[in-house]
């Protein structure tokens, strides 16, 4: 530290020291007291291995999201909604301030509060907040801060009771199934038998069908990039198979027969993407791609109301009521749920519903595992195997039923 060129004028005092990359470097205060605490605090950052450039922390957070995000390697669907979730919830609050004022969890905590208050769900939040820790945690990575405020143990996200997954009865699949146009029965018939997302079920071709063999192949989805439909890889990039049983075949091939596949072609990924053609199962009336939003709103709700799942529309209403309980993906959850009454592991129904780990299908669907006292009767059931009159009466158990048996009923 020593008195600067401009000693009586201005800054009188300097602090010149080497980073860690061995650059010198040199700041002015006003006073000896303030170069002094900084020359101790400088000490300090350079021996722990946290010492950060002042220049290199005045860039906005703002500014330093947007590089963020241009350095993101996610796919275009991910990427619109992460510039949604910076645009609107991250930057609209932090946008104007340095990065160095951040390293402050009772700031993050606040904005935490904020986003509570704004009525925002809880998953909502967990995700945004993952945006944020992702942002500072690479500018920490950068030596831009000493530590990511995010990490800190008094940052706490909200709490919310998970709900627990209630699948649909055979009865309600049999009837919403029956309630679709006929050129998607089928559709919905594999969405149920195979457990298939909606997506899938849109980029179904006839090459996924091994008939011989007995197996379906989810090898694409059909999903929405902004506006524009694309083909792509299943969720996670995790191509499939599924078992297809006999039944299932026998409404496929009906279906093929009463409307053949349909060659569609959509860019690849990404709106502007290589084009890629496919005979898809499933069409909409004029031979395109289902539309996601389009389909929601009209086939499948207009389904739900003809059975009774959700009311008929309202006289001046222009959409039918809300379904989130309700959307196609019960489908799939009754498959699941069919299957693990049926005894099948979580091993397999994970690797046929393309989940990245079994540990996500137990904790999704832990509740519908047979009980012990359910595994008991059928336990002694076995051992009456010899009385046809005893079989499936204790307890009033019946025998479980798969999918595709379950759509023959």
């Given at each position: 530290?020593?008195?600067?060129?401009?000693?009586?004028?201005?800054?009188?005092?300097?602090?010149?020291?080497?980073?860690?990359?061995?650059?010198?470097?040199?700041?002015?205060?006003?006073?000896?007291?303030?170069?002094?605490?900084?020359?101790?605090?400088?000490?300090?950052?350079?021996?722990?291995?946290?010492?950060?450039?002042?220049?290199?922390?005045?860039?906005?957070?703002?500014?330093?999201?947007?590089?963020?995000?241009?350095?993101?390697?996610?796919?275009?669907?991910t990427a619109l909604r992460y510039e949604g979730a910076v645009r609107n919830h991250i930057v609209e609050h932090f946008g104007r301030r340095e990065l160095r004022c951040l390293n402050q969890p009772s700031i993050i905590q606040g904005w935490i509060r904020t986003l509570q208050d704004s009525g925002l769900e809880v998953s909502t939040i967990e995700g945004i907040f993952d945006i944020l820790s992702s942002i500072l945690g690479m500018a920490v990575e950068d030596g831009l801060l000493p530590k990511n405020p995010c990490k800190a143990k008094s940052v706490k996200l909200p709490t919310a009771t998970r709900k627990k997954i209630i699948p649909w009865s055979l009865e309600r699949v049999r009837a919403v199934i029956a309630g679709l146009p006929k050129r998607f029965q089928a559709g919905g018939k594999l969405a149920f038998g195979c457990g298939l997302r909606q997506?899938?079920?849109?980029?179904?071709?006839?090459?996924?069908?091994?008939?011989?063999?007995?197996?379906?192949?989810?090898?694409?989805?059909?999903?929405?990039?902004?506006?524009?439909?694309?083909?792509?890889?299943?969720?996670?990039?995790?191509?499939?198979?599924?078992?297809?049983?006999?039944?299932?075949?026998?409404?496929?091939?009906?279906?093929?027969?009463?409307?053949?596949?349909?060659?569609?072609?959509?860019?690849?990924?990404?709106?502007?993407?290589?084009?890629?053609?496919?005979?898809?199962?499933?069409?909409?009336?004029?031979?395109?791609?289902?539309?996601?939003?389009?389909?929601?709103?009209?086939?499948?709700?207009?389904?739900?109301?003809?059975?009774?799942?959700?009311?008929?529309?309202?006289?001046?209403?222009?959409?039918?009521?809300?379904?989130?309980?309700?959307?196609?993906?019960?489908?799939?959850?009754?498959?699941?749920?069919?299957?693990?009454?049926?005894?099948?592991?979580?091993?397999?129904?994970?690797?046929?519903?393309?989940?990245?780990?079994?540990?996500?299908?137990?904790?999704?669907?832990?509740?519908?595992?047979?009980?012990?006292?359910?595994?008991?009767?059928?336990?002694?059931?076995?051992?009456?195997?010899?009385?046809?009159?005893?079989?499936?009466?204790?307890?009033?158990?019946?025998?479980?039923?798969?999918?595709?048996?379950?759509?023959?009923?």
């Amino acid at each position: 530290m020593a008195a600067t060129a401009d000693h009586g004028i201005g800054k009188r005092w300097q602090v010149r020291y080497r980073d860690l990359d061995g650059c010198q470097r040199k700041e002015n205060f006003d006073t000896k007291a303030q170069a002094d605490n900084r020359a101790a605090e400088v000490d300090v950052e350079i021996r722990r291995g946290s010492y950060v450039a002042p220049a290199a922390t005045k860039q906005t957070l703002g500014a330093y999201a947007q590089k963020w995000l241009d350095a993101n390697s996610v796919g275009p669907t991910t990427a619109l909604r992460y510039e949604g979730a910076v645009r609107n919830h991250i930057v609209e609050h932090f946008g104007r301030r340095e990065l160095r004022c951040l390293n402050q969890p009772s700031i993050i905590q606040g904005w935490i509060r904020t986003l509570q208050d704004s009525g925002l769900e809880v998953s909502t939040i967990e995700g945004i907040f993952d945006i944020l820790s992702s942002i500072l945690g690479m500018a920490v990575e950068d030596g831009l801060l000493p530590k990511n405020p995010c990490k800190a143990k008094s940052v706490k996200l909200p709490t919310a009771t998970r709900k627990k997954i209630i699948p649909w009865s055979l009865e309600r699949v049999r009837a919403v199934i029956a309630g679709l146009p006929k050129r998607f029965q089928a559709g919905g018939k594999l969405a149920f038998g195979c457990g298939l997302r909606q997506g899938e079920v849109f980029g179904f071709a006839d090459t996924d069908i091994d008939f011989k063999g007995g197996w379906i192949h989810v090898n694409r989805q059909v999903r929405l990039v902004g506006t524009k439909a694309v083909f792509a890889l299943p969720k996670g990039n995790k191509i499939r198979s599924a078992p297809l049983s006999a039944q299932l075949a026998a409404a496929l091939r009906a279906h093929m027969k009463d409307f053949p596949p349909v060659e569609v072609t959509l860019p690849w990924g990404k709106p502007g993407g290589e084009s890629k053609t496919f005979r898809l199962l499933f069409v909409d009336e004029k031979g395109r791609a289902y539309n996601r939003s389009v389909f929601n709103q009209g086939v499948w709700k207009l389904a739900l109301a003809a059975v009774g799942v959700i009311p008929p529309r309202e006289r001046g209403a222009k959409y039918l009521q809300a379904a989130p309980e309700d959307g196609m993906h019960a489908l799939r959850h009754a498959y699941a749920s069919v299957l693990l009454d049926a005894g099948e592991s979580i091993k397999a129904l994970s690797e046929y519903l393309g989940h990245s780990d079994p540990g996500f299908t137990l904790r999704t669907y832990t509740h519908l595992l047979p009980s012990s006292e359910t595994r008991t009767r059928s336990a002694i059931d076995a051992a009456f195997a010899d009385d046809p009159e005893a079989r499936g009466t204790i307890g009033g158990e019946s025998p479980p039923m798969c999918p595709q048996c379950a759509l023959a009923a």
